[in-house]
């Protein structure tokens, strides 16, 4: 079982407050990423809140991402969305239906539109960076 798949065992016994928490707790596990990555270029249009994507690439090709929010659950969610991409290769990542992955955590139904309208965003970015890095 993935670290995905066990995030949402959790999360679908949880009620409505626990599961931001949990939103809220996951974004606090994402490493430290520095504010001079916190630019215009790593900023993802089209979210309510601030949300920034700088990808690295680790020893054996896989990316990996570092990602922050000015909220604290909009940045729960761009954890959520990065444990479905972490360290696979670029290849990988573009044929990876995140937003399909997604769809049990029904995000829509649980959060505000406010804090789902960047979601396919995010998601389109890192789409985007794998196409750059294949």
């Known amino acids: 079982m993935n670290r995905l798949d066990e995030i949402y065992e959790e999360y679908d016994f949880l009620d409505a407050d626990d ?3 949990l939103l809220i707790d996951l974004g606090r596990e994402l ?6 990555l916190k630019n215009d270029a790593t900023l993802v249009r089209g979210c309510s809140a601030s949300v920034w994507v700088y990808p690295t690439q680790n ?3 896989g990316l990996n991402f570092l990602a922050d929010s000015n ?3 909009t940045k729960g969610i761009i954890a959520l ?3 479905s991409v972490q360290g696979k290769s670029a290849s990988d990542i573009s044929k990876i239906n995140i937003t399909e992955k997604l769809i049990p955590f029904n995000l829509t139904a649980q959060l505000s ?3 789902t309208q960047g979601i396919p965003n995010m998601i389109a970015l890192i ?3 794998a196409q750059r890095y294949m």
Not at 31 to 36: G, L, Q, R, V
């Open 127 to 129: 789409q985007e960076t």
């Open 31 to 36: 490493p430290e990423m520095p504010d001079a």
């Open 19 to 21: 599961r931001y928490r």
């Open 113 to 115: 539109s406010n804090r």
């Open 71 to 73: 909220a604290s659950i």
């Open 59 to 61: 020893d054996d090709g």
């Open 81 to 83: 969305v990065l444990l």
